[in-house]
């Protein structure tokens, strides 16, 4: 960093060392957005930077994903993606980014709205929601697990051992739709953090969604929960956008990729959910 102040003082004339310290500070940092970055008219990333400002819908009761911590901002793996598409727009993530509330329910018409630009909350990529919306992505691969209270007083193995228990989700989520097939005593709640309460008190015996969530769920209250049984569905996690609008997700798609080779993806998952989980390989993202 001190040479590229140097060469910014003594050789601000030539472009070389220039772009040499652009290309240091896309790896050292996810903070700075890139500079030059031109769009054509008439594209949602052109109205987007004319405007200043990009609305993500994201989670704000998800550790590792999208947590609203004490100073007010969400801070998670879902955010940190916000942010590398943000760069990759040449803007600047800590100023120019509305974060946004989604929950699992109203994430589709958020985005048909017009509420949000676009949505990263442990968003699951299927064929019924591509009907009303679209998916650039995916950028990570969870899946559906469920949590109890230590010890697993009910012995629950799996969701065909849930007996008579009852299970706590969140409504409009793919959770709950995957549950539905092994029973119909469920709880639903609108968020994930609203089922931790009612399985301390007995009312729920397990809370059922992505095992990235739970885990998250899991490290924040020490001691109290716990996961049991294996993952029993594949949730690709995409990054939702107004249907029809390929320009977009041609270029989210092609910023993952290019988050991917220059390291900021494993930085972004090392920084949030990699202090408890372990560093994946990125998924190969679908042009469909
Ligand atoms: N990934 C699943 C979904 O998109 C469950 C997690 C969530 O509700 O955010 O519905």
Avoid at 62 to 83: H, I, N
Avoid at 211 to 218: E, Q, Y
């Amino acid at each position: 960093m001190k040479l590229c102040k140097l060469a910014l003082v003594f050789a601000a004339a030539l472009v070389a060392p220039l772009a040499a310290c652009g290309g240091d500070d896309a790896t050292s940092t996810s903070s700075r957005p890139i500079a030059d970055v031109t769009f054509s008219e008439g594209t949602t990333m052109a109205a987007l930077k004319k405007k200043g400002k990009i609305a993500i819908g994201t989670k704000f009761d998800q550790p590792l994903f999208g947590l609203v911590g004490p100073d007010g901002k969400p801070e998670g793996f879902d955010v940190e993606v916000g942010k590398i598409i943000t760069r990759q727009l040449g803007m600047d993530p800590e100023t120019q980014i509305e974060w946004v509330e989604t929950v699992s329910a109203n994430r589709e018409p958020f985005i048909q709205n017009g509420q949000v630009d676009i949505v990263i909350a442990t968003y699951t990529i299927n064929d019924t929601r591509k009907e009303v919306i679209d998916f650039a992505g995916p950028y990570y691969m969870a899946g559906q697990s469920l949590l109890v209270a230590s010890g697993n007083p009910q012995k629950i193995s799996g969701p065909d051992g849930l007996g008579n228990n009852t299970v706590c989700t969140v409504t409009g989520s793919t959770s709950e739709a995957n549950i539905r097939k092994y029973t119909n005593k469920i709880l639903p709640v609108d968020r994930y953090s609203d089922c931790l309460e009612p399985i301390r008190n007995g009312q729920a015996a397990a809370l059922t969604t992505d095992n990235v969530i739970l885990a998250g769920l899991v490290s924040q209250n020490e001691g109290e929960f716990e996961l049991a049984g294996d993952r029993f569905t594949q949730e690709p996690y995409g990054i939702g956008l107004k249907k029809g609008d390929t320009a977009l997700r041609n270029f989210i798609n092609d910023a993952l990729e290019t988050s991917y080779k220059d390291g900021a993806w494993a930085d972004a998952w090392k920084q949030t959910a990699g202090t408890v989980l372990d560093t994946p390989e990125p998924p190969a993202v679908d042009r469909y």
